[in-house]
T-cell receptor, first 113, second 110 residues
């Protein structure tokens, strides 16, 4: 079965640079979620979109923004990168707003040097 | 978000053993999800529970939604080497955001 696709899988950036992470949800899933996971931590919710509209917001820094496009893929844009932004970033998708079962992608490992 | 207290933090398993882990909270939940994460990979949904008292199996995995709606446990029977990884419980806070427990790291005992 098709799963959530994330690209790139690895990304190395320098401080103050920008990064764009992409997420392609499972076909026919209309809700996308972004999470950040630091080393040894559990995933922390950043932001979610349902039908191309932002639906919930978590602990997402103001330097980050995201959107969901007409084909339901989503992009997380990160500017003025800091060393502390180094983490695994996961996208998850579900079918329908308020659906409980979220399916995660393989993640993007971002390293800021 | 609501705090999910997951225990144990880590465990060592021997092949063939049954293992158990649990999550508790001071808050009431309507859903419990259990995920497994391998190093550098995304969490994989193992079991979803929606009703107090519900007992659900997925192969050698069994999970239960506590009748108080404040806890859940996950059992792995007859463990095998590929069961190693980090297991997370997760549920939704009042604002419908998914929160995770701190995880239980399962390692094979040498």
């Amino acid at each position: 079965a098709a799963g959530v696709i994330q690209s790139p899988r690895h990304l190395i950036k320098e401080k103050r640079e920008t990064a764009t992470l992409k997420c392609y949800p499972i076909p026919r899933h209309d809700t996308v979620y972004w999470y950040q996971q630091g080393p040894g931590q559990d995933p922390q919710f950043l932001i979610s979109f349902y039908e191309k509209m932002q639906s919930d917001k978590g602990s997402i820094p103001d330097r980050f923004s995201a959107q969901q496009f007409s084909d339901y893929h989503s992009e997380l844009n990160m500017s003025s990168l800091e060393l502390g932004d180094s983490a695994l970033y996961f996208c998850a998708s579900s079918s329908g707003q308020g659906a409980y079962e979220q399916y995660f992608g393989p993640g993007t490992r971002l390293t800021v040097t | 978000g609501q705090q999910l207290n997951q225990s144990p933090q880590s465990m060592f398993i021997q092949e063939g053993e049954d293992v158990s882990m649990n999550c508790t909270s001071s808050s009431i939940f309507n859903t419990w999800l259990w995920y497994k994460q391998d190093p550098g990979e995304g969490p994989v949904l193992l079991i979803a529970l929606y009703k107090a008292g519900e007992l659900t199996s997925n192969g050698r995995l069994t999970a239960q939604f506590g009748i108080t709606r404040k806890d859940s446990f996950l059992n792995i029977s007859a463990s095998i080497p590929s069961d190693v990884g980090i297991y997370f419980c997760a549920s939704f806070s009042n604002d419908y955001k998914l929160s995770f427990g701190a995880g239980t790291t399962v390692t094979v005992r040498a």
